[in-house]
């Protein structure tokens, strides 16, 4: 078929997994851990299965502690992901290494993914250097301005497609951004375009404190992708087999040899953010204990631990030596963060390629102060 004679909004039809209604949302696991009758636990190798939990658990202790540093006035504002891990950790297992991920500032578990090192603390620190480290890993930078990397989500993957690297882009947002224009034009570009992108909403059910229901009057959020001419899925978003079989689903059609086939694809992840927007929030204003507590049910970590217990692949011992591990490792990134020393003519480097000719003057003034008085003279001054 030639690129004209594609017929735009020709959704699947089929009843495959990204084919189905946006309302119906895939489950593998009941709220208890258990398989649900008629569901089709995805192929996943075991030790991939546990280092799955492992990860979603490091997730959760990284946010436990870096929700202590701030408190402690060690590190800045911070955005917690607790409740969030399934979706973050699983989607990402559904990538290659080569691929790309674009966040948003919540989804931390996606890093964890791909290996957590001392640098992301750096960013939360302060210091620019945890982005840099970021793109080491395939991973653009935290991006704070919510939506406005959906548009260069579509970009890179329209530039990958062109350049035939059979790369795909899995792009993270909240509920909260598909109501910015960047969504619109993101997700519009990448219908027309064939993009090998796949959109992740994060649905957690607030930006701050605007609940989803006042934030859009569609039903779903999967919906939306119907007007772009694409496949929308939702999915239990606190169930890490669902969320790797729908995002494993959409990276394949995204890298499908076929043109015809290769299509972009939104995912809705619905779940729940159980503690504040940010160490910056008190979400005791805006919602009910009882909700909480409702959405606690269906917390990712214990569902995902019955799953696994039951298949023999976690016990007692493995637990406590995940958990062990885990606490260790945030340790010594904590510990390494802390120690880093950035040298002070790098808060020149990271805006301009080609330094504006004033950015060129402080940086000549600060090299000619610490000439003349050490470093005192960044305290002095
Ligand atoms: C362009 C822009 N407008 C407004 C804000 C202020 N703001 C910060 S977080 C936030 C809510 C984002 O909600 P959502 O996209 O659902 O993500 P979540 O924080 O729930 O993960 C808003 C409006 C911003 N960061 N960027």
Redesign the pocket.
């Known amino acids: 078929m030639s690129r004209l004679s594609v017929c735009r909004g020709n959704v699947t039809t089929d009843h495959s997994i990204l084919g189905r209604p946006p309302d119906d949302r895939v489950q593998v696991l009941d709220a208890d851990g258990r398989v649900r009758d008629g569901a089709t636990v995805p192929d996943i190798p075991d030790e991939q299965l546990v280092e799955m939990y492992r990860q979603m658990w490091l997730a959760r202790h990284f946010d436990e502690r870096a929700i202590s540093l701030q408190r402690q006035g060690r590190m800045g504002t911070y ?1 917690s992901l607790a409740g969030q891990e399934a979706a973050q950790v699983a989607s990402t297992h559904a990538l290659n290494d080569a691929d790309w991920l674009l966040f ?1 500032y ?1 989804e931390h578990g996606a890093v964890v993914a791909r290996g957590l090192e001392p640098e992301y603390l750096l960013y939360w620190m302060g210091h620019e250097r945890g982005n840099e480290w970021l793109a080491e890993k395939n991973v653009f930078p935290i991006n ?5 990397h959906i548009p260069h989500a579509t970009g890179l993957a329209w530039a990958s497609k062109l350049k035939g690297d059979g790369r795909v882009f899995v792009c993270h ?5 598909t109501s ?1 224009g960047d969504f619109h034009e993101g997700l519009n570009f990448a219908g027309v375009f064939d993009v090998p992108a796949i959109f992740f909403c ?1 649905n ?1 059910q ?3 404190s605007i609940h989803r229901d006042e934030q859009t009057a569609s039903d779903t959020i999967a919906q939306k992708a119907t007007a772009y001419g694409f496949d929308g899925v939702q999915v239990d978003g606190m169930d890490p087999l669902a969320v790797y079989q729908v995002t494993k689903a959409a990276v394949e059609k995204a890298r499908d040899p076929d043109p015809d086939e290769a299509r972009p694809t939104l995912v809705e992840a619905v779940m729940y ?1 159980f503690g504040a ?1 940010t160490t910056a929030d008190d979400p005791s204003v805006y919602r009910e204990d009882e909700e909480v507590e409702e959405w606690r049910e269906r917390d990712p970590l214990p569902r995902f631990e019955t799953f696994l217990r039951e298949r023999d692949l976690l016990d007692d011992d493995r637990i406590d030596a995940i958990e062990a591990d885990a606490k260790e490792t945030v340790a010594a990134c904590i510990d390494a963060a802390e120690a880093y020393e950035p040298d002070p003519d790098s808060i020149f480097e990271h805006a301009y390629e080609t330094p504006t000719p004033r950015v060129r003057d402080q940086r000549e003034h600060l090299r000619r102060l610490r000439e003349r008085h050490g470093d005192d003279a960044l305290t002095e001054e």
């Open positions: 955005p948003q919540r704070i301005s919510i939506g406005s947002f909240g509920d909260g951004s910015e994060n957690n607030y930006a701050i953010r927007h």
